[in-house]
Nanobody
Framework: QVQLVESGGGLVQAGGSLRLSCVASGSIFSINAMGWYRQAPGMQRELVATILSTGSTDYADSVKGRFTISRDNAKNTVYLQMNSLKPEDTAVYLC???????????????WGQGTQVTVSS
């Protein structure tokens, strides 16, 4: 089993910044991709950003230039630096990781519980 613990959410004014963290622990052989998704009330869950073990990143168009995803492999941690926040960024932000628990190439997907980000206008 793998556990994910997210932190860093909160209430911020438009134009402000927040940094989210997600720490993975448990039966981890290696972590391939790590990512952040978000879900606003009444909306579908959407991709925010992903980062591969190589460091390659991908972003939703709506956050490009404002958000930065990074990871610390030694700490099994992924971060999301969010700058120039807008009210439309308000959502529950969830961490997702693709984990190998053994040397086998098979990987499992785990989700965190989510952390609330609220941006006031």
């Amino acid at each position: 089993q793998v556990q994910l613990v997210e932190s860093g959410g909160g209430l911020v004014q438009a134009g402000g910044s927040l940094r989210l963290s997600c720490v993975a622990s448990g039966s981890i052989f290696s972590i391939n991709a790590m990512g952040w998704y978000r879900q606003a009330p009444g909306m579908q869950r959407e991709l925010v950003a992903t980062i591969l073990s190589t460091g390659s990143t991908d972003y939703a168009d709506s956050v490009k230039g404002r958000f930065t995803i990074s990871r610390d492999n030694a700490k099994n941690t992924v971060y999301l630096q969010m700058n120039s926040l807008k009210p439309e960024d308000t959502a529950v932000y969830l961490c997702k990781v693709w984990v190998r628990t053994t040397p086998s190439p098979f990987q499992y997907v785990y989700w965190g519980q989510g952390t609330q980000v609220t941006v006031s206008s």
